[in-house]
T-cell receptor
Framework: GAGVSQSPSNKVTEKGKDVELRCDPI?????LYWYRQSLGQGLEFLIY????????KSGLPSDRFSAERTGGSVSTLTIQRTQQEDSAVYLC?????????????FGPGTRLLVL | EDQVTQSPEALRLQEGESSSLNCSYT??????LFWYRQDPGKGPEFLFT???AGEEKEKERLKATLTKKESFLHITAPKPEDSATYLC?????????????FGTGTRLTVIP
């Protein structure tokens, strides 16, 4: 596939459970981003990975949120002890960030509902 | 905090009725302004990047322009398939600031 893929597309969980969201970036893209989109809100930056550099975690809302990127490709966003306010669409994006400022290309998102 | 404001929040147009969407920002020395289109239930789709005041980009019925404080997305003779939410985002000037700051979007409806 040519685009960013995410799984699952929908996730319903109970409050207090842990969830894992997966992102497959565009092949060859070195930069990967996670954003969150809540109803009526703009996209909120969560975390950024670039190559082998330490990730920029400045957007993570609490220590219940973590992410990793294995082998410079696939990324997993983990939310521990989910709360109802975590319900949102989680979007992953990738870009070819070798130099300059490049456009970010988004996946379809994972819709998370915490009951 | 950097601010991106989009207006109007919602816009209804008759098919063929041209109009403009506005994105104003308070970032100085931004490193890029981006327009995206988002359809319901989907991720944002990249449209344009603008880097400096005076720059213009065009794609089909869409034309994006940039000044020092705002950007416009002009839609000429829109069709129903142009109905979507249009998002504006800016890349702040600080080196190491890698994320985009998004506005809340303009929801465009084009009526046949």
């Amino acid at each position: 596939g040519a685009g960013v893929s995410q799984s699952p597309s929908n996730k319903v969980t109970e409050k207090g459970k842990d969830v894992e969201l997966r992102c497959d970036p565009i092949s060859g893209h070195t930069a990967l981003y996670w954003y969150r989109q809540s109803l009526g809100q703009g996209l909120e930056f969560l975390i950024y990975f670039q190559g082998n550099s330490a990730p920029d975690k400045s957007g993570l809302p609490s220590d219940r949120f973590s992410a990793e990127r294995t082998g410079g490709s696939v990324s997993t966003l983990t939310i521990q002890r989910t709360q109802q306010e975590d319900s949102a669409v989680y979007l992953c994006a990738s870009s070819l960030e070798t130099s300059g400022v490049r456009a970010q290309y988004f996946g379809p998102g994972t819709r998370l509902l915490v009951l | 905090e950097d601010q991106v404001t989009q207006s109007p929040e919602a816009l209804r147009l008759q098919e063929g009725e041209s109009s403009s969407l506005n994105c104003s920002y308070t970032v100085s020395g931004l490193r890029g302004l981006f327009w995206y289109r988002q359809d319901p239930g989907k991720g944002p789709e990249f449209l344009f990047t603008l880097y400096s005041a005076g720059e213009e980009k065009e794609k089909e019925r869409l034309k994006a322009t940039l000044t020092k404080k705002e950007s416009f997305l002009h839609i000429t003779a829109p069709k129903p398939e142009d109905s979507a939410t249009y998002l504006c985002a800016v890349r702040p000037p600080a080196e190491g600031a890698n994320n985009l700051f998004f506005g809340t979007g303009t929801r465009l409806t084009v009526i046949p």
